[in-house]
Nanobody
């Protein structure tokens, strides 16, 4: 079993930046290595915004965040990060970290493929 804990959310003005962290613990060595960030705004469906294949550095981004967000990893700390810049009101959402199956260009955004989820961290842009 794997536990995921997000941190780093908060309130920020439009145009500002935030960095989210997601620390994994438990049986990480034998669990799937694809990790992703999803977000869900009130009244909207959960959407995948970025993913990384741990250890290989292969990354994927949604069009909504490409060129503004950067996903990274620290394998020693079992942590992934999401550096967010040029934030706007449409980025306001609960952000979730997930760990799951394969990271491919066609499957990384499918939330049902992820076995483990964090509790979420709120990002509010005003």
């Amino acid at each position: 079993h794997v536990q995921l804990v997000e941190s780093g959310g908060g309130s920020v003005q439009a145009g500002g930046s935030l960095t989210l962290s997601c620390k994994a613990s438990g049986n990480t060595a034998s669990s799937p290595q694809c990790m992703a960030w999803f977000r869900q705004a009130p009244g909207k469906e959960r959407e995948g915004i970025a993913a990384i294949y741990a250890g290989e550095g292969r990354t994927y981004y949604s069009d909504a965040v490409k060129a503004r967000f950067i996903i990274g990893e620290d394998n020693v700390k079992n942590t992934i990060y999401l550096q967010m810049s040029s934030l706007n009101s449409e980025d306001t959402a609960m952000y979730y970290c997930a760990r799951g199956g394969s990271c491919t260009s066609t499957s990384w955004r499918a939330s049902e493929k992820y076995s483990y989820w964090g509790q979420g961290t709120q990002v509010t842009v005003s």
